[in-house]
């Protein structure tokens, strides 16, 4: 049986419902869908890779720490996404994920069956996600999850085109469940990164999908071992 449908294990009144939390790429997802987005961008726009190779330079220094990272990552997206409106991404990301969708290869089968198993159980699930939230929503549409409640990434508009206004990565997916009135402690929070720390260490059940020996080392922060989950 998957480590994602041991039986609870905090406490619950009668009639409550249990809240699982899901991320999205790389438990559900094989890879990055808004990265994948993004690539597309740059293959058919040649154009927009000058921009990024003049001011590589700059930030190469970046890539040593995880935030600069994902500086240079909010950086490459608005390049991408330069002088695209709102409606206009709307409109590429959700055609883009009906496309990814029918890509059987790149879900993870028993990740999606976990995912059914527990909304048929009554479970309130949750994906919560660094991916950009309209793309994550036409993917989740298109393989018939679209009632499933989401909370991703969002872009807003701003003076050259649209630039990343949540990231919801981190801690910052504390913060966006807060918002919603969903706090912890929460049953499952299932992962397959330890950037997702912030959910897991409050979760009554945390899981960790195919991680590897050095994650599980890590996982230590936890003080206690993981749950995991193999999913092909």
């Not at 009639?15 to 293959?43: C, K, N, P, Q, S």
């Not at 790149?106 to 909304?119: D, I, K, Y």
């Not at 989740?140 to 919801?168: F, K, T």
Request: aromatic share 6%.
């Amino acid at each position: 049986m998957s480590a994602a449908l041991q039986p609870e294990s905090l406490p619950h009144e009668p009639g409550e419902r249990r809240v699982v939390l899901f991320d999205f790429d790389g438990t559900l997802v094989h890879g990055d869908a808004y990265t994948m987005f993004i690539r597309t961008r740059y293959r058919r726009g040649w154009w927009r890779v000058l921009p990024a190779l003049l001011i590589s330079p700059a930030l190469l220094p970046m890539t040593l720490l995880r935030r600069g990272r994902l500086a240079i990552a909010r950086v490459l997206v608005r390049i991408a996404l330069f002088g695209v409106s709102e409606s206009r991404h709307r409109a590429l990301v959700e055609t883009f994920g009906r496309q990814l969708a029918r890509e059987a290869r790149l879900f993870s089968r028993m990740g999606v069956t976990a995912l059914r198993q527990h909304v048929h159980r009554g479970d309130r699930v949750l994906i919560v996600t660094a991916c950009e939230e309209t793309l994550a929503a036409a993917i989740l549409d298109e393989l018939g999850l679209g009632a499933i409640e989401l909370i991703g990434s969002r872009l807003a508009p701003g003076p050259l085109g649209l630039r990343v206004q949540v990231h919801n990565i981190g801690a910052e997916k504390l913060r966006q469940l807060a918002l919603r009135g969903i706090h912890p402690p929460w049953d499952i929070a299932i992962s397959d990164s330890l950037v997702d720390l912030p959910i897991l260490t409050k979760a009554g059940e945390p899981i960790l999908v195919n991680p590897d020996r050095r994650m599980l080392k890590r996982a230590s922060v936890l003080g206690r071992r993981p749950g995991i989950a193999e999913w092909d």
